[in-house]
């Protein structure tokens, strides 16, 4: 084994010593644990695991190849049934990437039974499926300032066609190029990336979907480009759509993207948040991150 000093925590029911009645025993899904434990818990093939660090065989494939496909959801109101939690759409685009690789399609009962535990303690959650099925759920805090980042927009840089997402339209543990994309970014004093083509097309951020806002309509680059299917993205389209606001899917050529009044970046975990400046090799481009536009996009929300 890789790394050693994973327990698995017991679900055994724990008595209340502080309730009144010293015959009623409460049945908790993990013991109470101290603020420094609250974040050294994950669950990993049907178990609740509290520790920093996860046991992979040396020869795994997740480990070597990146061989996963994951999804991160956001929790609203503690619910997996909420219609911003979109737990199924998330389930059935994990369960349609393990289809077309070929893997085992996990049971669906004790991925939720996991996501309930950990989202607990997290409004975020992790899903991570290996080759042979296993599943590795984690959890973690909203971004900071996102509120902030949301009202004020953020910075953006372009990245290089060599950075480009390998299988594109699918969520895999080969993440390499987009998270050099955001490394490179912050290094700028940039927030996010924006991933190109061969011929320079915007194609998505390192970690969502493209909007934009031009002659009275949005704009989003299409499936076809190799990007990848957000989960909110398309129930944003959707959403649009049925409020008859009209949605174009087209290629961000040089000359489109300089038209546009305002743009964004999309994901299941910050939802919407404006980009008011893409720094790019020839100078840089400013949008309006306070335009009224978004209020409509918010009303999702």
């Given at each position: ?29 993990f013991p109470l644990l ?184 949005w704009w989003t680059p ?63 481009l400013q949008y309006n ?13």
């Amino acid at each position: 084994m890789l790394v050693a000093g994973c327990s698995p925590l017991p679900l055994s029911p724990v008595p209340c010593h502080l309730s009144p009645c010293p015959l009623v025993s409460y049945s908790l899904p993990f013991p109470l644990l101290i603020p420094s434990e609250v974040t050294n818990i994950y669950w990993y093939d049907g178990k609740l695991i509290q520790s920093q660090t996860l046991e992979l065989a040396i020869d795994d494939p997740g480990l070597l190849y990146g061989a996963t496909v994951f999804t991160t959801l956001r929790v609203y109101e503690n619910s997996l049934t909420h219609r911003l939690t979109n737990w199924q759409a998330h389930y059935d685009r994990l369960k349609s990437s393990l289809q077309t690789f070929s893997w085992p399609i996990p049971d669906e009962a004790r991925l939720r039974q996991g996501a309930k535990l950990i989202m607990t303690r997290f409004p975020v959650l992790r899903i991570t499926i290996f080759p042979d099925g296993r599943e590795w759920i984690t959890g973690r805090l909203l971004p900071n300032n996102l509120t902030e980042k949301q009202k004020y927009g953020v910075r953006a840089c372009l990245t290089t066609p060599e950075l480009y997402r390998s299988l594109p339209g699918h969520k895999t543990g080969n993440y390499l190029s987009a998270w050099l994309a955001k490394t490179n970014a912050v290094k700028l004093d940039a927030e996010e990336a924006i991933l190109v083509d061969a011929q320079g097309n915007w194609l998505e951020t390192s970690t969502g979907n493209l909007w934009g806002w031009r002659d009275g309509c949005w704009w989003t680059p299409p499936l076809k480009v190799g990007i990848l299917p957000g989960i909110m993205r398309h129930h944003l389209m959707n959403w649009l759509q049925q409020k008859q606001i009209e949605v174009k899917e087209e290629p961000w050529t040089a000359d489109l993207v300089k038209g546009f009044e305002a743009i964004a970046t999309s994901n299941s975990v910050v939802e919407i948040v404006p980009i008011h400046t893409v720094i790019q090799p020839t100078g840089q481009l400013q949008y309006n991150p306070y335009h009224h536009i978004f209020k409509q996009m918010r009303g999702f929300f």
